[in-house]
């Protein structure tokens, strides 16, 4: 696409022993939307300030152009950081908070007007420049916070989950607003969230975090449509995930049966995990099927049912339009392409088993529910 | 309902020792000292004692202004220090406070005066005697010392509160160190400025012991003239008199810091 801007080599980052950070090598095209996605406590925020500067990595090193910039203070980076936190200073209006950086930069009155009006136009807080951050609503505080670090037009833009206090509609509408000011501008964004479908829509890369460590680092249909590991199907979307061993280059076994796959180069009789989509899995008549299943749940979820068919004990998550009643016994056709073959790893096991699907749904979906269950722990 | 009941212990005590005094204050202030009819000469008598207002107002705000420079980096270093030296540190500036205040001002006095322990000290070096004492800057220094704790510890509060975040998102917009402080630490720092000010000035500008001890023997402050109306010249309508209008120049002070601070933040502190 275009050049590498920074790049984090062998970044560590102990706290008081626990390892936070463990090797991440990551590299950041200019103008380039990459995204962190993982978990809470995985170290995302960590990362970002390391790259804004306010957290020397343990060891590693980290470059801006070439150049090593461990110790440049951040006054000092064209960085500019929207923080998770929004730190926006209580003692300065809205206005005067978005025009912090520009007062800074000496630009002329009237210009910094122009931006800071059209700044606050944008993030539809016209009207508010006179309040306080204190009187403000969290969603509101918190575009307060993109607009004072956009207005800048930094060269790179650190953002640490900044859509995360606003509702759904807002929420889409800020993310496209951001997406676009992110081309037009030509800003390479690094942006963190823990909403995927957020990070598949916006980004052009993501890399998923997973305790410190990057399990995989990809365009948003890679890591959706390759999971390297269980961790990442499962973080991405829903999956299945089962046991199979790979039989030869292009055929795989699991349930006891050979299935046709993509997948290639892997060991003879390799023990791998095998992903299954749950909206990639047709349903057919049982006697023209691959797999048989009896549907044991059933969700309407708007677009789709989710159906919960158990097959031999293991129970499957499809997402499917046509009604299939509980109790009702059906078969399932995969493709080749359906079946995606992953090598086993650390998280193998772990993920991609709805045999508690059900009771997971009903707690969820019914507070009194989970209200009573509580109360029968307690008991 | 409930809060109002709450506050009842406490507008007693409002009532009893602050409205009660305060009309006795001003009964007195207007009354004369013998027939104890009403009258407004003790206040037409203020005029000969405008020097000694103003100079006991301009010695204050000195002390404060010095307490203000000297105690905001000892504030902020300690408000910057980990938490167990800031504990220890915390106990340092409080101990004095604990040492009876007339205690404190004597041992200025035997330090000072000209057979005291620097002069004698200098003396061994064939320097001086040096007048330490018997002048208004020994005064400025008896109040800064008695009364520094008063500034560093609202100083403190403001600033162990601040948010560290707030000066990282300043240094992220582009702030060097130095316009850290100016930009975000000092401006946030407002209230703890308003509040250490007023909180020096005030005891300051009507002590009365001090400047007995450590000032010549013109250097009579206003708190000097209000005791010496008490004790000496036996004329307590007058002295209210006094009171009442130091009390007045106090809060016209008191106005003044919070508008400068241009906050309506200061006003929590009064
Ligand atoms: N200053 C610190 N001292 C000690 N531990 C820290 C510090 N900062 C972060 N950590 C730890 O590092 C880990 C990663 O934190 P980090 O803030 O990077 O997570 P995150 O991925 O941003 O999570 P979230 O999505 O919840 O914001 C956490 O376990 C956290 O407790
Ligand atoms: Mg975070």
Redesign the pocket.
């Given at each position: 696409m275009s050049k590498e801007l920074i790049r984090l080599v062998d970044c560590v980052m102990v706290f008081d022993d626990e390892t936070v950070l463990d090797s991440i090598n990551l590299y950041f095209n200019d103008k380039e939307f990459l995204t962190l996605l993982g978990p809470?406590?995985c170290g995302?925020?960590?990362t970002?300030r390391i790259i804004g500067g306010f957290q020397k990595p343990t060891s590693g090193d980290i470059l801006f152009d070439g150049v090593r910039i461990n110790d440049v203070p951040p006054h000092k980076r064209k960085i500019n950081t929207v923080f998770?936190k929004y730190a926006l200073f209580p003692h300065l209006n809205v206005y005067e908070n978005v025009a912090f950086g520009l007062r800074l930069q000496k630009i002329p009155e009237k210009e910094l007007d122009a931006r800071v009006t059209e700044m606050l136009e944008l993030v539809g807080l016209r009207g508010f420049e006179h309040r306080k951050p204190v009187s403000l609503s969290g969603g509101q505080q918190q575009r307060v916070a993109i607009a004072r670090a956009v207005v800048n037009r930094p060269q790179v833009l650190l953002l640490?989950?900044p859509l995360g206090a606003l509702d759904l509609r807002l929420r889409k509408d800020m993310q496209n607003e951001l997406k676009r000011i992110q081309q037009q501008l030509g800003i390479t964004f690094i942006y963190?969230t823990h909403d995927q479908e957020e990070a598949l829509a916006m980004s052009d890369t993501v890399v998923v975090m997973d305790h410190g460590r990057i399990q995989q680092i990809g365009t948003p249909e890679d890591i959706y449509n390759e999971p390297k590991n269980a961790f990442v199907a499962n973080f991405i979307g829903e999956s299945n995930i089962l046991d199979g061993i790979m039989l030869e280059d292009y055929a795989v076994e699991f349930f006891g049966r050979r299935f046709v796959c993509v997948d290639k180069g892997f060991a003879p009789r390799e023990p791998v995990d095998v992903v299954i989509r749950p909206e990639d899995i047709d349903i057919l008549p049982p006697d023209s099927g691959h797999l048989c299943g009896t549907v044991t749940n059933v969700t309407f979820k708007g677009i789709h049912y989710d159906i919960i068919v158990d097959f031999k004990g293991f129970k499957w998550l499809i997402q499917t339009t046509d009604f299939h009643a509980v109790g009702s016994y059906i078969g399932i056709r995969l493709n080749p392409e359906d079946i995606h073959v992953m090598p086993k790893s650390e998280y193998s096991g772990l993920f991609g088993d709805y045999s508690s699907y059900s009771e997971e749904y009903e707690e969820m979906g019914d507070p009194d529910a989970d209200a009573e269950e509580e109360n029968s722990d307690e008991e | 309902m409930r809060n109002r009941f709450l506050a009842t212990p406490y507008l007693i005590w409002m009532i009893l020792f602050v409205l009660v005094p305060l009309a006795v204050v001003v009964y007195f202030a207007f009354t004369d000292v013998n027939s104890g009819a009403l009258t407004l000469h003790n206040i037409a008598r203020m005029g000969n004692y405008l020097s000694i207002f103003i100079k006991s107002i301009w010695l204050a705000l000195v002390s404060a202004v010095i307490c203000l420079v000297v105690g905001y980096p000892v504030a902020y270093f300690i408000a910057k220090a980990p938490a167990g030296l800031q504990r220890f540190l915390l106990m340092l500036i409080i101990l004095p406070m604990c040492i009876s205040f007339l205690l404190r001002t004597m041992a200025w006095v035997s330090l000072l005066e000209d057979t005291g322990v620097i002069n004698n000290f200098l003396g061994m070096l064939g320097i001086g005697p040096l007048p330490l004492i018997r002048n208004n800057a020994a005064i400025v220094l008896g109040m800064v010392y008695n009364y520094l704790p008063y500034m560093i510890l609202p100083l403190y509060t403001v600033l162990e509160k601040m948010d560290p975040r707030l000066i990282e998102a300043a240094q992220d917009l582009g702030c060097d160190d130095m316009q850290v402080f100016t930009k975000v630490t000092l401006p946030m720092s407002a209230p703890g400025i308003v509040s250490g000010i007023t909180m020096v000035f005030v005891p300051a500008v009507s002590t009365f012991y001090i400047s007995k001890k450590l000032g010549g023997t013109d250097a009579a402050l206003i708190g000097d003239v209000i005791e010496s109306q008490f004790k000496a010249a036996y004329n307590p309508n007058f002295g209210a008199a006094l009171s009442l209008v130091l009390m007045i120049l106090i809060f016209i002070c008191i106005g003044l810091t919070n508008r400068v601070s241009g906050d309506e933040k200061g006003a929590m502190l009064v």
């Amino acid at each position: 696409m275009s050049k590498e801007l920074i790049r984090l080599v062998d970044c560590v980052m102990v706290f008081d022993d626990e390892t936070v950070l463990d090797s991440i090598n990551l590299y950041f095209n200019d103008k380039e939307f990459l995204t962190l996605l993982g978990p809470s406590g995985c170290g995302k925020t960590t990362t970002l300030r390391i790259i804004g500067g306010f957290q020397k990595p343990t060891s590693g090193d980290i470059l801006f152009d070439g150049v090593r910039i461990n110790d440049v203070p951040p006054h000092k980076r064209k960085i500019n950081t929207v923080f998770q936190k929004y730190a926006l200073f209580p003692h300065l209006n809205v206005y005067e908070n978005v025009a912090f950086g520009l007062r800074l930069q000496k630009i002329p009155e009237k210009e910094l007007d122009a931006r800071v009006t059209e700044m606050l136009e944008l993030v539809g807080l016209r009207g508010f420049e006179h309040r306080k951050p204190v009187s403000l609503s969290g969603g509101q505080q918190q575009r307060v916070a993109i607009a004072r670090a956009v207005v800048n037009r930094p060269q790179v833009l650190l953002l640490d989950e900044p859509l995360g206090a606003l509702d759904l509609r807002l929420r889409k509408d800020m993310q496209n607003e951001l997406k676009r000011i992110q081309q037009q501008l030509g800003i390479t964004f690094i942006y963190v969230t823990h909403d995927q479908e957020e990070a598949l829509a916006m980004s052009d890369t993501v890399v998923v975090m997973d305790h410190g460590r990057i399990q995989q680092i990809g365009t948003p249909e890679d890591i959706y449509n390759e999971p390297k590991n269980a961790f990442v199907a499962n973080f991405i979307g829903e999956s299945n995930i089962l046991d199979g061993i790979m039989l030869e280059d292009y055929a795989v076994e699991f349930f006891g049966r050979r299935f046709v796959c993509v997948d290639k180069g892997f060991a003879p009789r390799e023990p791998v995990d095998v992903v299954i989509r749950p909206e990639d899995i047709d349903i057919l008549p049982p006697d023209s099927g691959h797999l048989c299943g009896t549907v044991t749940n059933v969700t309407f979820k708007g677009i789709h049912y989710d159906i919960i068919v158990d097959f031999k004990g293991f129970k499957w998550l499809i997402q499917t339009t046509d009604f299939h009643a509980v109790g009702s016994y059906i078969g399932i056709r995969l493709n080749p392409e359906d079946i995606h073959v992953m090598p086993k790893s650390e998280y193998s096991g772990l993920f991609g088993d709805y045999s508690s699907y059900s009771e997971e749904y009903e707690e969820m979906g019914d507070p009194d529910a989970d209200a009573e269950e509580e109360n029968s722990d307690e008991e | 309902m409930r809060n109002r009941f709450l506050a009842t212990p406490y507008l007693i005590w409002m009532i009893l020792f602050v409205l009660v005094p305060l009309a006795v204050v001003v009964y007195f202030a207007f009354t004369d000292v013998n027939s104890g009819a009403l009258t407004l000469h003790n206040i037409a008598r203020m005029g000969n004692y405008l020097s000694i207002f103003i100079k006991s107002i301009w010695l204050a705000l000195v002390s404060a202004v010095i307490c203000l420079v000297v105690g905001y980096p000892v504030a902020y270093f300690i408000a910057k220090a980990p938490a167990g030296l800031q504990r220890f540190l915390l106990m340092l500036i409080i101990l004095p406070m604990c040492i009876s205040f007339l205690l404190r001002t004597m041992a200025w006095v035997s330090l000072l005066e000209d057979t005291g322990v620097i002069n004698n000290f200098l003396g061994m070096l064939g320097i001086g005697p040096l007048p330490l004492i018997r002048n208004n800057a020994a005064i400025v220094l008896g109040m800064v010392y008695n009364y520094l704790p008063y500034m560093i510890l609202p100083l403190y509060t403001v600033l162990e509160k601040m948010d560290p975040r707030l000066i990282e998102a300043a240094q992220d917009l582009g702030c060097d160190d130095m316009q850290v402080f100016t930009k975000v630490t000092l401006p946030m720092s407002a209230p703890g400025i308003v509040s250490g000010i007023t909180m020096v000035f005030v005891p300051a500008v009507s002590t009365f012991y001090i400047s007995k001890k450590l000032g010549g023997t013109d250097a009579a402050l206003i708190g000097d003239v209000i005791e010496s109306q008490f004790k000496a010249a036996y004329n307590p309508n007058f002295g209210a008199a006094l009171s009442l209008v130091l009390m007045i120049l106090i809060f016209i002070c008191i106005g003044l810091t919070n508008r400068v601070s241009g906050d309506e933040k200061g006003a929590m502190l009064v």
